[in-house]
């Protein structure tokens, strides 16, 4: 048993694809922070979200449980008294502070967290009870986005309400460090383990980025040009922009400059963060370091922006964990992990017991080099369509079920890295399809 808890600093973004990041061999953009993170970590290279849009997947990694599990198989928010893993820490000893996005949407705004300084607190309406739609009905807009496509031409220049909220986030969680850790005016002494998470919403849409860093990926991006989308539907007919009909090859330049600007900007923040620990006297080899994204963004990959596909630039996410005190050796995992994993690899990390019935499995044995026991697979789900989708992937094969008339997709990306061919119906894969049949039933 350890003697003392280890401090935890979960660091999370949104709608970051796992292939825009330095340690991965994006030679264009720069993100410093995340690559010295993963030079000094464990990056997983194969991690999912459990359902590829940003509130269900924030929801399942908090509860550690997939969606049909948790039941936030949609814009849901968990009911309130979840048991979180905020909850859970909560219980055994630790300050639990958050600050940015957690995007719940209910009435326990908290789920679990003994702080919240800075965040998006609000209860959206569909959660107030007895509420008058006729009313709202005059003033509510449903949204507050522009179309797909104006997404794309309004791109460039600008600074968009995500900075202003994340900007506030991080300087509040800066200043709750240094009271935290110094409390310079009373002097009190905390020396109760602390899991902090600073949550941004850096790089999600709209595509705006300061003008210096516009100017410098302007040129230097390669925008996806895609010719051609798939001819299955339910991969191509939401959020679907076709090049040269929709918007010019130039809009989307400036779009995925603008993309990458975000994505610097996100890590010189998160930066600030780590260097306000340093600063306060804190050696982050002794603490436990997350970075995550909820899901990726797909920026016109097979003529598809946003998310909500699973489609690798959609629902594969960037992982890092990092605890040099304990895991000296930095390293690369391949195996398939899903977000959902990190309650129980935190909880036993910390020593803390790991709650019954939850989909989460632990990520030490990975972090150590041990393999042979994991089953190596990856579940995402949704449903905010007409019919629920699930995404199975196991090895190098994915297999994706599309609702009641049990249309199936099957890609293999050894040999399909693009994820071009379906291969649902190829004798060669007939026996891996009847595993997945029967592995979605059970799920």
């Not at 502070?97 to 959206?124: E, N, Y």
């Not at 998160?270 to 006297?281: A, H, T």
Request: hydrophobic fraction near 35%; charge should be negative.
């Amino acid at each position: 048993m350890k003697t003392e808890k280890p401090n935890i600093l979960f660091l999370m973004s949104d709608e970051h694809r796992a292939d825009c990041v330095g340690y991965a061999g994006n030679k264009v953009v720069k993100t410093p922070n995340l690559d010295g993170l993963a030079d000094s970590g464990v990056v997983f290279g194969n991690a999912y979200t459990p359902a590829p849009a940003c509130v269900p997947a924030r929801q399942c990694m908090m509860s550690g449980q997939l969606p049909k599990t948790c039941g936030c198989e949609g814009w849901i928010d968990l009911k309130p008294g979840y048991n979180t893993f905020a909850r859970h820490f909560s219980k055994h000893v630790y300050t639990t502070a958050a600050f940015g996005k957690l995007h719940h949407q209910g009435i326990d705004q908290m789920q679990g967290w003994t702080r919240r300084p800075a965040g998006d607190l609000h209860v959206t309406y569909n959660h107030i009870e007895g509420v008058d739609w006729d009313a709202y009905k005059k003033y509510y807009s449903g949204g507050n986005k522009w179309s797909h496509v104006k997404e794309v031409k309004r791109a460039g220049i600008g600074e968009s309400d995500w900075f202003l909220e994340d900007r506030r986030a991080v300087n509040a969680a800066c200043e709750f460090i240094e009271e935290h850790f110094c409390s310079p005016y009373y002097d009190r002494q905390n020396t109760a383990p602390l899991l902090l998470k600073v949550s941004l919403n850096l790089p999600h849409y709209p595509y705006l980025t300061d003008k210096d860093r516009f100017n410098y990926y302007l040129n230097r991006v390669e925008p996806v040009i895609a010719k051609e989308a798939s001819e299955h539907s339910a991969l191509s007919t939401r959020h679907r922009i076709i090049p040269g009909k929709d918007v010019s090859e130039r809009e989307i330049r400036r779009a995925t400059a603008a993309y990458y600007g975000m994505v610097e900007t996100m890590d010189e923040m998160l930066g600030k963060v780590l260097e306000k620990l340093n600063s306060v006297g804190e050696n982050l080899d002794d603490w436990i370091i997350v970075y995550c994204a909820d899901h990726g963004e797909l920026l016109g990959e097979h003529q598809v922006w946003e998310k909500t596909k699973f489609y690798e630039q959609s629902v594969r996410v960037p992982l890092i964990i990092k605890w040099s005190k304990e895991i000296a050796e930095s390293g690369k995992v391949s195996e398939n992990v899903s977000l959902c994993d990190l309650y129980a690899t935190l909880c036993e990390l910390c020593d803390l017991p790991v709650p019954d019935g939850l989909d989460s499995r632990s990520l030490i044995p990975l972090m150590l080099g041990k393999t042979d026991d994991w089953d190596n697979e990856a579940i995402s789900q949704c449903d905010f369509f007409e019919e629920p989708h699930t995404m199975i992937k196991r090895d190098h094969l994915k297999y994706q079920h599309y609702g009641i008339d049990a249309s199936e997709v099957l890609f293999d990306l050894k040999n399909d890295p693009e994820e071009n061919i379906n291969v649902i119906n190829d004798p060669d894969y007939a026996d891996a399809v009847q595993q997945f049949r029967k592995r979605f039933k059970e799920i």
